[in-house]
């Protein structure tokens, strides 16, 4: 049994007849049992998952109507909302939180009969770009277990590289998804603002976050959107798509496109190696017909203090509901007064959150919100004109997904400024709702590089028929484990 | 640590209490970081609002559960959510 068939290959061989949902789902257990002990994806499994995999195959036999997934194994990053599952967020705050709905991604991809196969690990609460913030412990690179998976998707991302699942779902609040996608060489989608429903994703910072797949290929990605984009009435934010089917014409070439290389990320501070191969995606694109022409947006400079002004500003008012009455561990209310015990109930917050949330209170408080919020919200005002200008002259925009390699567990942990600049190239995307794509390219040192392409917002077809360009010029070796 | 009060007040009012000195280092560092945007020079700029209008919002309905939720907490009694004393 291959596991390493790419999501459209499963739909297309379980329907055939050429292998049964039942099998692929068993030996996916199987691998993830064999796997899991080292990489640690997965925080959770479902149990049921060869029993459901065996009704979709009964349903294929009887000849009944079966949805566009047969059965295809999906983990889900745990911060959305799978109906009575723990969905913990990767915090010891949500330890025992059993989701009493499904998100609207989850809805539609079960009605498509997709098999969760599992919760995958996480930054706590999105709070992160290695993982290592899950209070479950890292998840491992599986290129090198030695190195970060990238995050916060990080456990989305090494469940599809390292052949646990075909798919995965993950969310991007300022790279969340595109760079653990580059680190783990799958590809990373976010999608246009309100392109996918958040209802049941745990927000984080609801004014720029999204769910986006992780795939091994750019037609996968594209078959995901197609499954779960779309109006929902229970997020508002949410835009009508008129159902665009993004797999048709995926492979319509770039010809005659200009792209623009955004100077300010391939500038200070990029490994030599990341901008190698920016620098060798951009001579292909040429090749395949597009103009390339390099293009200055200034505030990208200030993005990273913009993003993570604006994020914890959100973040502190969406986490004050954790306060273990209405959600939260066993921890009896008896004997304390109602002050002191929301504070030691809070104390179950891991470092990273507590940061962010002491931030969110302290950059839009009073005597400080004109230097911080309001600023950071005029970043984002002025990056956006810009980006928009940009796309007058423009159809995509291109850079490294992420500036750097993949680093050491534990390498830059203690350094959160650090950690903050590697979004350099990936938050921008995000404070301007754009669609980016990280698209597995290169590796250098055994180690993998992504390239991103943007694209203006709803051209989300567009970005990703280029993207599908850019991959089929690509040979990429197989993950070692 | 040039906020050290100031994080301390802030950080009592989110209702957070830190061992770990740390950890103040650390926000003191990533506030000092976001201190780049006086840079920014973007004192006139405007800021772009997304508006919702009130009309485009889906009905606020009360839709009755047929589950009951109360069960799924903690701490409850009856039908009421328990919670530490105020006073």
Redesign the interface.
């Known amino acids: 049994m291959n596991l390493k068939i790419s999501a459209l290959q499963f739909t297309k061989d379980v329907k055939s007849g050429n292998i049964s949902a039942e099998e692929f789902i068993s030996k996916t257990m199987e691998r993830i049992q064999n796997v899991d002990t080292i990489l640690h994806a997965f925080l959770s499994l479902n149990n049921n998952a060869v029993d459901q995999a065996r009704e979709i195959d009964k349903k294929i036999k009887n000849r009944e109507k079966v949805g566009q997934c047969f059965g295809m194994p999906v983990s889900i990053k745990d911060n959305i909302c799978v109906k009575d599952t723990k969905t913990t967020c990767a915090s010891k705050m949500l330890e025992n939180f ?1 989701a ?1 709905y499904d998100a609207t991604v989850i809805t539609k991809l079960k009605q498509q009969d997709a098999i969760f196969v599992g919760k995958v690990n996480l930054d706590e609460f999105a709070m992160g770009l290695s993982t290592e913030f899950s209070a479950y412990g890292p998840s491992k690179n599986p290129w090198n277990t030695g190195y970060v998976p990238g995050g916060s998707s990080g456990g989305s991302a090494v469940s599809v590289s390292a052949f646990e699942c075909v798919a995965s779902l993950g969310s991007d609040t300022g790279g969340s998804v595109r760079n653990p996608a580059s680190f783990c060489s799958t590809v990373g989608y976010k999608p246009t603002y309100g392109l996918i429903s958040r209802y049941g994703l745990i927000s984080y910072a609801n004014s720029i976050e999204q769910i986006g797949p992780l795939t091994r290929t750019v037609e996968d990605a594209a078959f995901m959107l197609n499954l779960i984009a779309g109006l929902d ?2 997020d ?2 949410t835009i009508n798509n008129n159902n665009e089917d993004y797999l048709k014409d995926i492979d319509s070439g770039i010809e005659g496109k200009k792209v623009g290389i955004i100077k300010e990320m391939i500038g200070e501070g990029i490994d030599p190696s990341v901008l190698s191969a920016t620098k060798d995606a951009i001579s292909k694109l040429e090749r395949l017909g597009a103009i390339c022409e390099e293009i200055s947006l200034d ?1 990208v ?2 993005s990273v ?2 993003y ?2 604006i994020t914890a500003t959100e973040a ?1 008012s969406n986490l ?1 509901r954790y ?4 959600y ?7 004997g ?9 109930a ?2 179950k ?1 891991g ?1 990273e959150v ?2 962010r ?7 839009p ?1 009073a005597g ?1 919100a004109g ?2 919020f ?9 990056l ?2 810009q980006i928009n200008e940009a796309f007058k002259k423009f159809d995509l925009l291109i850079s490294p997904t992420v500036p750097i390699l993949p680093f050491k567990i534990g390498e830059k942990i ?1 350094d ?2 650090a950690l ?1 600049l590697i979004d350099i190239n990936t938050v921008t995307a995000n404070l301007t709702g754009k669609p980016a794509i990280s698209i597995p390219y290169s590796m250098s040192n055994g180690l993998p590089i992504g390239i991103q392409l943007i694209a203006n917002s709803m051209n989300d077809k567009l970005l990703l028929q280029a993207a599908y360009a850019l991959e089929k010029t690509v040979k990429l070796p197989e993950i070692p484990i | 640590m040039e906020y050290q009060k100031e994080i301390e007040h802030v950080a009592k009012l989110m209702r957070i209490e830190i061992d770990d000195p740390t950890i103040y280092e650390s926000v003191d560092k990533m506030i000092g970081y976001f201190n780049i945007l006086d840079s920014a020079g973007v004192e006139s700029e405007e800021m772009t609002i997304k508006e919702i209008p009130i009309t485009k919002l889906r009905e606020d309905k009360y839709i009755p559960s047929n589950e009951k939720l109360i069960e799924k907490l903690n701490h409850y009694k009856g039908t009421y959510l328990r919670a530490p004393k105020m006073i």
Do not use: C, Q, W
């Open positions: 059993i009493p009435h229970n508002d934010t505030m400079k200030y203090a913009a993570y002004t502190g004050a306060d273990n009455l209405r939260g561990y066993d921890f009896p209310v008896e304390y007064e109602f002050n002191s015990y929301i504070v030691k809070r104390k917050f470092p507590t940061r949330i002491i931030l969110g209170g302290f950059v408080s400080h230097k911080y309001l600023k950071a919200l005029k970043v984002k005002s002025k956006t004109r203690n959160p400024v903050f």
